[in-house]
């Protein structure tokens, strides 16, 4: 019996470039250690911005590597943040197939710099050593086989080549889920698609095998659900970061078949924002009567707009971009105004939580019969 033999990449080498190093630094370099591929560039605090523009240059002259993963940890305090900025910004057409991970706490829970940096290219802004070691992996684990025959598709949005089904299905929100853009014709059927990302979830890879659920399986029916999570820790409500550029909204999502409100938001919080929450009341309910020209038939909308707490206020929030979200964070009512929003009702919502607005029990859904 023949031997099947693992394949073996032909590249030999990706390059990961750390810089600002501090005391994570040791942690995620020992982990990255055991990828044997891998070559390592470090850029210490002294040498800055330009030594790190000098090596990404380099690296990106050079066809015999691939820069492919760029780390950057910090704390990075304002004036390196400032210089941060441009450099992205001035390389992301050439950084565009590089993942760019960014490790600070403070530029993780700010809602306002995770937005900048999603428009100048970061991929992912995390204060979590853990979510940012899980998405390095990930990338890792694709980028280092990707040179075998059978893998031959291309992202459209970032041309990074000599991908897997799967492969592509995983990158393409890690990479792309900040895009403001992502139309396009979808490299695996040939479907131009308005949303690729959408698109790509719902009939590719895990979703075409039946691992995962297809939104497009929802239940075009007469009636659709939707449930909303306004979750509130001391002055600050949980945002999610959305796809697109949107901006920033409350975690929800389509009530699926067979669930309830109450599950569907208890299961979006979980999937938009990684955090388990419990639901105290209800702030209000809007109803969306209205025909559809596209579906010939009238159409009646129901988004609940529940009140929640989180079961563990310690929980950390999801940072790693994938099909539901860019991440997530806390930010007060006065904050939200100065921010891009995906619906500006978060502001009067927060607003009416804030003046202590009475809160409906959970129960006023069981009176109209909504489950
Ligand atoms: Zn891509
Ligand atoms: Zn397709």
Redesign the pocket.
Known sequence: MAIKRSPVPQLATCHVVICWPDDKLREVSLSLASYKQLECSIVSEGEGMIELERLVDRLKRNPESDLLLLLLIGPCGRERYTKMVPFLSKRIKLLS?TFVCLLDTYLSESAYKRLELADVGVNMVTSSVEQSERCVKQVLSYLLTRHQSSSTLT?P????ARLGEDDLWN??PL??VINANMSGVCPICGSKEKNIAVHLHDNHGPAKRGEVVADSLSPKTEFNGFAFSIVRRSNKYLVVQEFLGQGYWFPAGRVDRHETFHQAAVREAKEEAGVDIQLTGILTIHHFPHYSERRKKPILEVCVYFVARMIDENQQLKTTPDYESAGACWVTANELCDLRLRNIDILAMTRQVDSGTPILPLKALDVMHLY
């Open positions: 197939d992202c949005e970032c041309g990074l990158h393409f990479y792309h």
